[in-house]
């Protein structure tokens, strides 16, 4: 306990906000099961994912841990959470875009919890980083920090380019506490996975980052990397947002990610603690990734729990099962109380990503916050954790300035919603800069679309007078350099319009001196 | 959404109330020195503010009670009365008010879109059309809430008859000039070294400096209450401070007889309200942190000059509207390198 009181350094980033600490006691965090639903619905959301990926069909039997798709360069498998039948398989296209292809797999569970085969390798370090990067590939693990980012792809990328793993325990909401709870239960696990990560791309140091509130589990850990010289604990100031894998590598190094490159390309490795444990789970017991902690987070009475939930479990199931019986007195959120989106169908399922539910009591506001104009407080600009200006932001975007707001980065901002939380007049600034992100890429992809008609126009072009001259290579007093330069037609024109001219001016001057020789005759 | 989770969420409402929370022990010290014709001041510029307000709020259409709510414009109303000597009859009252809440903050579009700060539109108003007025002098107040001290503050405000006191320059009895600082640019050019001798203008000098010493130091006990519930930002405080202390300092070594020292500046005239009430209203002022120290170091370079060398005895008003009127320049070049770019 001391221990930990007499490390000096804390790391820190510019911005940012302290948050109220948890009353609760830490200590209390265990991993609690719920049972097994009668149907998980797995939800498969990528992008390009053709319907001949899939492996299954409906009426077949799967058995627990079975993959469901083939993977392919963009996308991991995703694999049965149980044993079971496919009862349904659905196509929906997401509403937010129609290259966004969603599939819903409903599997009806026979409660057997049946598992395929696993093969399990009790000695990585005889294989070599590729066969480990297909086994990880494999079993479907993605960033379960909310990533969801392929692992495997990032192992294959950083091979020989990194020099130093870190290992994200920091939670990125205050109130979440989904990881801590994995540190504390599986604790050597994480470090075997550490050591598999370390092993494939062959890092000299690794760093573990963490909170400062969570004492006794730093005490612990230290303990346990007295004597294993690769290990490093860094920690963290408590503040929010301290997770994204940006503020992480500012917070240790001070200097920022270059603009358009990842971690990987300045030599850090940045994996969250639970997709280092799933890639663990992976590699020694060849398990795929069909579970995870998810931290139950109660508004009401700060009651915190964390879950270990089989991915496609309906979140409907996991509310009757806590006794939440009106579901529709409460208001769930998907994220933690900073991020907080709300949830509209009840029917969704726990998937890869999400790793907190927030259930909140659904109260009729009696009292509307008044929207004040903003009063150019400035608070917003000292808590971005990016250094951007959101005030200026939040003007640009209001009056549709896109080229001013793209000057003033607004692709930067992480959508942390701090900005929005310290305003004084209750502006909803992260809305306005969701609109104007989309705005800002709808006008990037028209740029570059115009490009490549404009490309597709040159090559044309090009490719009609590679021709021509092939035609007329024998007909050397035809110049077909000015066919091509539009410049006949100007010509002409401009040909005639001269004429015109004189003409009319010959017409002016014979009235001229028709009047004046009239006026002589008069005289 | 309102959080409990956030140290320091403060909405607008709060923001105001806890400046005026703040002005309190200047209100008191005032009180203490000049009488209770400053609380019956600032309540009449509260009266006439709330009034134009509901007035102006009524012909815009806007709702009412949410645009009263927020507390700004008796912010504005007491800064203003703060501000002003205590001898303005309630009709130029009604004219500062007006001038202040309706053409510096509702013509330009309500509170959060007004270039220029509402209470010294109020007070530059009054500056230019009443000079004689503005720095009139008042009698060392001796019978503290007795009722006579009521009456005589009554009658000056409202039937302005006390007026033998308010135009005498030249009775030592009363003390000549509203501040200390419109002492010396009247007799320093000339005879200040010689005027210090006179005894008895000595002691009462000593009187008045001290009583804009402590009205001064009350205003900068507020200013620390600002801080510490992280209401303002250190920055332009600071800045304003540092460029006034800088410059003053600098002349001062060149001409010590001529200029007065660095530190009569910060404990006499408006200096500390300038630095932590009217400088740091949040509308009027950069919103970034490099553009709030640049704002800060304009305005106590433009103080400087004004005090040393122009007639008008204490620059704050114009500083501070001059700044104003750069802010919307600085805003518009100072841009932040967000996150990974080249660092500007
Ligand atoms: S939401 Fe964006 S602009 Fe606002 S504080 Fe976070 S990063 Fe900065
Ligand atoms: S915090 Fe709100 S009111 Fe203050 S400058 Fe930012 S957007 Fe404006």
Known sequence: ?523 | MNLPYIYNHYSVKNIMFFVLIASIPAILTECYFFGVVVLIQILLFIIFSLLFEIIILKIRGKNIKNNILDNSSIVTAVLLGLSVPATLTWWMIMFSSFFAIVVAKHLYGGLGQNIFNPAMVGYAVLLISFPLYMSACYKENTKLFSLDDVTISINKIFFQTSKSDVFIDNDPDIFTKATPLNDFKNKSRASYNTSLENISLKNKKIIIFSSWNYINISFLLGGFFLLYKKIICWRIPFSFLFSLFIFSTINYFFSTNLIVCPLFHFFSGGTMICAFFISTDPVTTSYSNIGKIIFGLIIGFLVYIIRNYSDYPDGIAFSVLFGNMIVPLIDDFLKTSGYGHKKI
């Open chain 1, 1 to 523: 306990m001391y221990y930990t009181l007499l490390i000096k350094k804390k790391y820190n980033f510019s911005g940012g906000i302290k948050c109220l600490s948890i009353n609760t006691e830490l200590d209390n965090y265990i991993i609690n099961y719920i049972p097994y639903p009668k149907e998980f619905f797995v939800h498969v959301k990528y992008n390009t994912l053709k319907k001949n990926m899939l492996r299954v069909k409906i009426n077949q039997k799967v058995l627990c841990g079975e993959p469901l798709t083939f993977g392919d360069c963009l996308s991991v498998p995703i694999h049965a959470p149980t044993s079971g039948l496919i009862k349904n398989i659905e196509f929906n296209s997401n509403c937010f875009g129609i290259n966004k292809e969603n599939i819903k797999i409903t599997i009806i569970s026979d409660y057997l919890d049946q598992w395929i085969r696993l093969k399990k390798i009790n000695n990585y370090k005889l294989y070599s980083p590729q066969s480990l990067i297909k086994i990880i590939y494999r079993s479907g693990v993605v960033g379960l920090g909310g990533a969801y980012f392929s692992s495997s792809k990032k192992l294959m990328l950083s091979i020989n380019k990194v020099h130093t793993l870190v290992v994200n325990a920091v939670e990125s909401d205050p109130y979440i506490t989904a990881d801590y709870c994995l540190m504390n239960n599986y604790l050597n696990e994480i470090f075997i996975g550490c050591e598999i990560i370390s092993w494939i791309s062959k890092v000299k140091n690794i760093f573990i980052v963490i909170q400062e509130d969570k004492i006794k589990l730093i005490s612990q850990i230290k303990l346990l990397i007295q004597n294993k010289p690769l290990f490093k604990i860094c920690i963290f100031k408590k503040k929010y947002p301290a997770g994204s894998s940006k503020i992480i590598i500012q917070s240790l190094t001070g200097k920022d990610i270059p603009y358009g490159q990842h971690s990987i390309d300045i030599g850090y490795l940045i994996f969250n603690i639970a997709t280092v444990y799933a890639i663990k789970r992976a590699v020694i017991n060849g398990e795929p990734l069909i579970q995870r902690i998810v931290s139950l987070y109660n508004d009401k009475n700060h009651l915190s729990k964390n879950f270990l939930i089989r991915i496609g479990t309906p979140i409907n199931f996991f509310l009757n099962y806590l006794k939440i019986k009106n579901n529709l007195d409460y208001m769930i959120y998907i994220g933690g109380v900073f991020m907080n989106n709300i949830l509209i169908d009840l029917n969704y399922s726990i998937s890869k990503d999400i790793n907190c539910v927030l259930i909140r009591k659904y109260e009729k506001k009696t009292k509307k916050p008044i929207n004040y104009s903003c009063i150019n407080c400035g608070y917003c600009v000292q808590v971005c954790p990016v250094n951007l200006l959101p005030q200026k932001l939040y003007l640009h975007s209001k009056y549709n300035h896109h080229e001013k707001a793209k000057s003033s980065y607004i692709m930067d901002c992480i959508e942390c919603k701090i900005c929005e939380k310290v305003c004084p007049s209750n502006i909803p600034l992260v809305k306005y800069f969701k609109r104007e992100k989309i705005i800002q890429n709808e006008i990037d992809t028209e740029i570059k679309r115009k490009k490549m008609f404009f490309n597709h126009f040159q090559q044309r072009e090009a490719r009609i007078l590679n021709q021509k001259t092939i035609v007329h290579e024998n007909k050397n007093d035809f110049n077909n350099t000015n066919l091509m330069k539009f410049s006949v037609l100007e010509k002409t024109s401009k040909k005639e319009f001269v004429n015109k001219q004189e003409i009319e001016k010959n017409i002016r001057k014979e009235i001229l001196r028709s009047s004046i020789e009239r006026a002589k005759l008069k005289k």
